[in-house]
């Protein structure tokens, strides 16, 4: 038939088949969903410790660990707890019940009144928590973790990962309006125990007991072993005296002045959480970098994980001193004598070290300048327990200026070598506002 017309058939154009194209269409998200499943596990691994705020819970102060999300990941991370036989594991729910540190009354050896009663909590508070799991839970950290999203990390200390959580909310016009928070975690490598869900517990409930100062920052949710707190951008005290110590910065002596008085202002509210004058808690870690800038510009302190919950005798109701175990020591040399004596302390530890803060303000150095490294640990240690004193320049011992005047003052008010001499957080705190009030 074609030869009679002399054509040959004409190849036609093959319609392109719609298969592979469909899968190609297919192919796309789903090399792409792996990707980013993949970049997910990724980031999951870099934003581990995230994990666990997703998962964690506080029931009646027992924890309770749920591995829902990352169950690969949760393979890296080894809970320690004291009795890990009691764990079960059900339905992708494994359940840890931490028991109270037994070691921790050892650790930290309270010690007995001469009359040889018990010591004993002083307020019930000491023995509570007031975890807000829920609202911990509501914030959006997973959708939120990648790189230059509203979850990013900034830094971690010896015992916490730091990230900065940027938070949205209806503010009172009807706009939507943001503010950053601090999420801090126990750090992801650190063991789950018992002692350090107890260091959590504690720097928690005394910012709980706190928010009424003006002088500690504020908490905005606790759970397990996360801290959410305001992310601050002033900096810390520090970083400022830091600046002003290498002369890149000038502080003005009011504004020494108005900083020592805000720090006394929160080591006093700490020192009285219950208003009876009685110090219940120690913040054990007093130093410059514990005192943030606010809002605005009032230095605020916090970090009360060192701390110590102070007992009473159970018959005489005096406060019981206490001794930390000598592998907590700080490894610095601004602190007491006692505590590089390794012998029983009180709030008493504290004033001293706030008395290394007010010698910074004055001398703009800190003190045993020039022999804080640990080459000198030892020996700056020796001068201190012989009750040596760093040196103070002549022109600063000599200075007219009023605010250097109350500084060396308030130093010695709170560096005396015996504890009991020194004075309490409330007197060191009026009298620097009586020089405020007189001066400016
Ligand atoms: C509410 O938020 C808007 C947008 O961020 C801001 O401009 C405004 O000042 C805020 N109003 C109040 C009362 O905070």
Redesign the pocket.
């Known amino acids: 038939m074609n030869d009679r017309f002399g054509l040959q058939p004409q190849p036609q154009p093959q319609p392109r088949k719609a298969k592979p194209r469909i899968l190609w269409l297919l192919a796309g998200p789903l090399v792409g969903g792996i990707l980013t499943h993949w970049w997910d596990l990724i980031l999951l691994d870099k934003y581990y410790s995230l994990d666990t705020l997703f998962n964690s819970h506080v029931v009646d102060g027992d924890f309770i660990y749920f591995a829902e999300v990352a169950p690969k990941l949760r393979r890296h991370k080894r809970i320690v707890g004291l009795d890990e036989d009691d764990s079960s594991w059900s339905d992708g729910i494994d359940v840890w019940f931490p028991k109270p540190d037994e070691d921790d009354n050892e650790r930290y050896q309270r010690h007995r009144s001469e009359d040889d009663g018990e010591c004993i909590s002083m307020h019930s508070w000491q023995e509570s928590s007031f975890p807000s799991c829920n609202l911990i839970h509501e914030m959006d950290f997973f959708s939120k973790y990648r790189p230059g999203g509203d979850v990013t990390h900034v830094t971690h200390g010896g015992f916490n990962e730091l990230y900065r959580y940027k938070d949205r909310y209806i503010?009172?016009?009807g706009?939507?309006?943001?503010i950053s928070l601090a999420v801090k975690i126990l750090k992801y490598e650190k063991d789950y125990t018992a002692h350090k869900f107890g260091v959590v517990r504690q720097d928690a409930v005394t910012l709980e007991r706190l928010s009424k100062s003006p002088y500690i920052y504020n908490l905005y949710g606790y759970c397990g072993f996360a801290l959410v707190v305001p992310f601050v951008t002033g900096g810390n005290l520090n970083d400022k005296l830091y600046d002003w110590r290498h002369g890149d910065i000038e502080i003005s002596s009011r504004e020494r002045l108005q900083y020592a008085v805000d720090m006394a202002r929160g080591l006093r509210d700490l020192h009285d959480i219950d208003g009876d004058g009685v110090p219940s808690a120690t913040h054990g870690d007093l130093k410059e970098h514990q005192y943030l800038f606010g809002e605005d510009g009032r230095l605020q302190l916090g970090d009360f994980n060192k701390g110590q919950f102070l007992s009473k005798s159970s018959t005489t109701g005096k406060p019981c001193t206490y001794k930390p175990p000598s592998t907590t020591y700080n490894d610095k040399v601004f602190r007491s004598p006692e505590e590089y004596m390794n012998i029983q302390q009180t709030a008493a530890t504290d004033i001293f070290a706030f008395g290394s803060l007010m010698y910074y303000l004055l001398t703009r150095q800190r003190v045993w300048e020039g022999m804080t490294s640990s080459k000198y640990r030892d020996k700056v240690r020796k001068l201190i327990i012989e009750g040596k004193r760093p040196e103070i320049k002549d022109t600063i011992l000599k200075s007219q200026d009023p605010v250097d005047v109350a500084l060396k003052k308030a130093y010695e008010m709170c560096s005396a070598y015996d504890p009991e001499k020194r004075v309490s957080a409330k007197e060191v705190a009026e009298f620097l506002e009586g020089v405020w009030k007189q001066l400016y």
Not at 175 to 178: D, E, K, L
């Open positions: 503010n009172s016009t706009s939507i309006a943001s």
